[in-house]
Structures are given as structure tokens and as C-alpha cells.
T-cell receptor, first 115, second 112 residues
Framework: DTAVSQTPKYLVTQMGNDKSIKCEQN?????MYWYKQDSKKFLKIMFS???????INETVPNRFSPKSPDKAHLNLHINSLELGDSAVYFC??????????????FGNGTRLTVT | GNSVTQMEGPVTLSEEAFLTINCTYT??????LFWYVQYPGEGLQLLLK?????DKGSNKGFEATYRKETTSFHLEKGSVQVSDSAVYFC???????????FGTGTSLTVIP
């Protein structure tokens, strides 16, 4: 009965490879997010989708492409991985219709290591 | 614009000590305020929230009061335990709800 689940938990890959991270939420939320957390624990918003529509697209290299097949899923595909992409990536969801009262619910993160 | 500033860590306390982690914010409109906790190797979990001025959020012995006059939302706990060791994030949600603004996080270590 996990609320926000993302896979894989760990991802180790070499520079230049392409990888994907999947996220699913069963909370009935209408908005999903991707955040990047660096080694100093700083959180940076990357993307946000509301009902499959992109609503936040921060300054992120276009090697990163989010895809939302439906409002319960938001996947992140990364092309041509670089060393600087190493970080923990968090998926989150919220209920936009109850903004600003609805908090974010986070997944447990995917630790990406690029070698 | 919107932003959150929280005290820098790391913070180290002895068990049963009093904890305060300062958080101040700037916001347009009427934001909601949140504290999240991140235990090692895990995602962020909502600790408490307050949605309007003078509201007090509380959970697991932690408290924070939404102070509009001082634009603050300081986290307090009267007696910390070793199990409270984690990173704490202050955050706000703006009126649109599209965007959440996070502080830089404060690492807390509680020693026996």
C-alpha cells in the first residue's frame, strides 16, 4: 500500500548511457513532480505535471525528459548520462485542487551514480 | 518572490535537550507552511503543517507556529531522542499550489 513508489532504488551506470526512473502514486493525486537532491541535501524542482500536462519545467538539460502516461505515473528518462547527474532523484505528488493546503508526498528516492 | 531560509546545520544535541530550528519565509499571497523530515536513506516525510496565520502544527512532539508578523515557522521539540536524528526541511506552498519552496535543510544529530 505504498503511496508514492519509484524504481529502481539504486542505479549505477556509465557515462553516456541512457536510463529511466519510474514513479507511480496511488493517492489519487493530480500533480506529480521530479526533484533532484544533491550531495548537500539541497532539493531542486525539475518538472511538474498536472493531469498529464507539463506545468513546471525548470532549467534542466534537455537530456532529461519526463513522460506522464496518466496522472498516476510520471517517469524520467535521462539520455547521455554525465558524471554531474549523480544525485538522488525524488518523485512526489500532491492534490492541486486543494492547493495550497495539500502537502507533497515523496517517494523513497532513486540514487543515481554515474561512473 | 517566494523563498524559505532556515538555519544552517549541522546541529548536534544531547538526548533530552530542547530543539529549535529556525525558519523564515518570504511569500506573496497566503502560503501554507510545512516541515518535512528525511531519515537516512529515505524520502522526505511530512512532519507537520500550518495553513494560516497563528496556526500551530504538531506531530511526534514537534511543534511549529505560523507567525505572519515575523514571517517565521520555527520548529521546536522539548526533549529530543536519538531517533530524531535526521535532516529537517522547512517548505512553503504558494497560493497556486504548483510550486513548493524548500529551505536548504538542517541536519540534526542527537547523541545519547
Amino acid at each position: 500500500d505504498t503511496a508514492v513508489s519509484q524504481t529502481p532504488k539504486y542505479l549505477v551506470t556509465q557515462m553516456g548511457n541512457d536510463k529511466s526512473i519510474k514513479c507511480e502514486q496511488n493517492l489519487g493525486h493530480d500533480t506529480m513532480y521530479w526533484y533532484k537532491q544533491d550531495s548537500k541535501k539541497f532539493l531542486k524542482i525539475m518538472f511538474s505535471y498536472n493531469n498529464k500536462e507539463l506545468i513546471i519545467n525548470e532549467t534542466v538539460p534537455n537530456r532529461f525528459s519526463p513522460k506522464s502516461p496518466d496522472k498516476a505515473h510520471l517517469n524520467l528518462h535521462i539520455n547521455s548520462l554525465e558524471l554531474g547527474d549523480s544525485a538522488v532523484y525524488f518523485c512526489a505528488s500532491s492534490l492541486l485542487s486543494q492547493a495550497p493546503y495539500s502537502p507533497l508526498h515523496f517517494g523513497n528516492g532513486t540514487r543515481l551514480t554515474v561512473t | 518572490g517566494n523563498s524559505v531560509t532556515q538555519m544552517e546545520g549541522p546541529v548536534t544535541l544531547s538526548e533530552e535537550a530542547f530543539l529549535t530550528i529556525n525558519c523564515t519565509y518570504t511569500a506573496t499571497g497566503y502560503p501554507s507552511l510545512f516541515w518535512y523530515v528525511q531519515y537516512p536513506g529515505e524520502g522526505l516525510q511530512l512532519l507537520l503543517k500550518a495553513t494560516k496565520a497563528d496556526d500551530k502544527g504538531s506531530n511526534k512532539g514537534f511543534e511549529a507556529t505560523y507567525r505572519k508578523e515575523t514571517t517565521s515557522f520555527h520548529l521546536e521539540k522539548g526533549s529530543v531522542q536519538v531517533s530524531d536524528s535526521a535532516v529537517y526541511f522547512c517548505a512553503l506552498s504558494d497560493g497556486t499550489g504548483n510550486q513548493f519552496y524548500f529551505g536548504t535543510g538542517t541536519s540534526l544529530t542527537v547523541i545519547p
